[in-house]
C-alpha cells in the first residue's frame, strides 16, 4: 500500500462479494493476507438479496459479479452498459449510442466492430476491474476420452455436455 502510494491505506466503502464464490468476503476486503489495511467493507448476502438489491440500484462502491448470461457478448453486455440493463449502475452516452446502432445492425461484420468499440471504450476507460478469476480444478478420469475442459474458451466447466466422451471399453 505504501508503494501505491497509500501508506495507511484508503477506504473503498462498502464490498458486496458475489456469493458462494468468494464466500462471506471478508478476506477479499483487505489488500492482501499480510496487510493489515483494510480497504473495503465486506457485506455479507446470499445471492438471492444480493442480486434483488442489485437489480434495484441500491448498492454502492465495489461489486464482484458474475454472469453467466447465454447468448453472444451483445446480450452480455447489455446487462452492465446499456441503459435497459439490469445490473447498469450509470452509463457512457457514447457506449449507448454504439449499443442501440449494434442492436439495429442486420450486417455482421458492422456489428461485430460496433461491439468490438464498446469493449475498447470500456477497456480504455476503466469501467470495471478484473480482480478476481473464476477457477477450478477438474478431475478427468481414465474412462473420458473427451471430457470437455476448454471446448469453450473462457468458460470455468466442463462444456459443452453433448461434446463429452466416454473411452469404448
Same mark, same amino acid.
Given at each position: 500500500m505504501a508503494e501505491a502510494g497509500y501508506p495507511n491505506g484508503f477506504d473503498a466503502g462498502d464490498f458486496y462479494p458475489w456469493p458462494p464464490y468468494i464466500g462471506d468476503g471478508r478476506g477479499a476486503g483487505r489488500v492482501s493476507p499480510g496487510d493489515r489495511h483494510?480497504?473495503?467493507?465486506?457485506?455479507?448476502?446470499?445471492?438471492?438479496?444480493?442480486?434483488? #438489491?442489485?437489480? =434495484?440500484?441500491?448498492?454502492?462502491?465495489? /461489486?464482484?459479479? /458474475?454472469?453467466? #448470461?447465454a447468448g453472444n457478448a451483445a446480450t452480455r453486455l447489455e446487462a452492465y452498459v446499456s441503459r435497459e440493463g439490469a445490473y447498469t449502475a450509470g452509463v457512457i452516452p457514447e457506449v449507448e449510442d454504439l449499443f442501440q446502432r449494434q442492436a439495429r445492425e442486420v450486417d455482421v461484420k458492422r456489428r461485430e466492430a460496433l461491439i468490438h468499440q /464498446?469493449?475498447?471504450?470500456?477497456?480504455?476507460?476503466?469501467?470495471?476491474? @478484473? /480482480?478476481? =478469476?473464476?477457477?477450478?480444478?477438474?478431475?478427468?478420469? @481414465?474412462?473420458? =476420452? =473427451? @471430457?470437455g475442459i476448454s471446448l469453450i474458451r473462457g468458460y470455468a466447466y466442463s462444456a459443452p455436455y453433448e461434446d463429452l466422451k466416454l473411452k469404448k471399453p
Amino acid at each position: 500500500m505504501a508503494e501505491a502510494g497509500y501508506p495507511n491505506g484508503f477506504d473503498a466503502g462498502d464490498f458486496y462479494p458475489w456469493p458462494p464464490y468468494i464466500g462471506d468476503g471478508r478476506g477479499a476486503g483487505r489488500v492482501s493476507p499480510g496487510d493489515r489495511h483494510q480497504v473495503a467493507h465486506p457485506r455479507s448476502w446470499s445471492a438471492r438479496a444480493l442480486t434483488t #438489491a442489485w437489480r =434495484e440500484k441500491k448498492l454502492k462502491n465495489l /461489486i464482484v459479479g /458474475i454472469t453467466g #448470461a447465454a447468448g453472444n457478448a451483445a446480450t452480455r453486455l447489455e446487462a452492465y452498459v446499456s441503459r435497459e440493463g439490469a445490473y447498469t449502475a450509470g452509463v457512457i452516452p457514447e457506449v449507448e449510442d454504439l449499443f442501440q446502432r449494434q442492436a439495429r445492425e442486420v450486417d455482421v461484420k458492422r456489428r461485430e466492430a460496433l461491439i468490438h468499440q /464498446i469493449q475498447q471504450i470500456l477497456f480504455d476507460r476503466v469501467t470495471y476491474v @478484473p /480482480i478476481y =478469476e473464476l477457477a477450478f480444478t477438474w478431475g478427468i478420469g @481414465p474412462r473420458l =476420452e =473427451e @471430457p470437455g475442459i476448454s471446448l469453450i474458451r473462457g468458460y470455468a466447466y466442463s462444456a459443452p455436455y453433448e461434446d463429452l466422451k466416454l473411452k469404448k471399453p
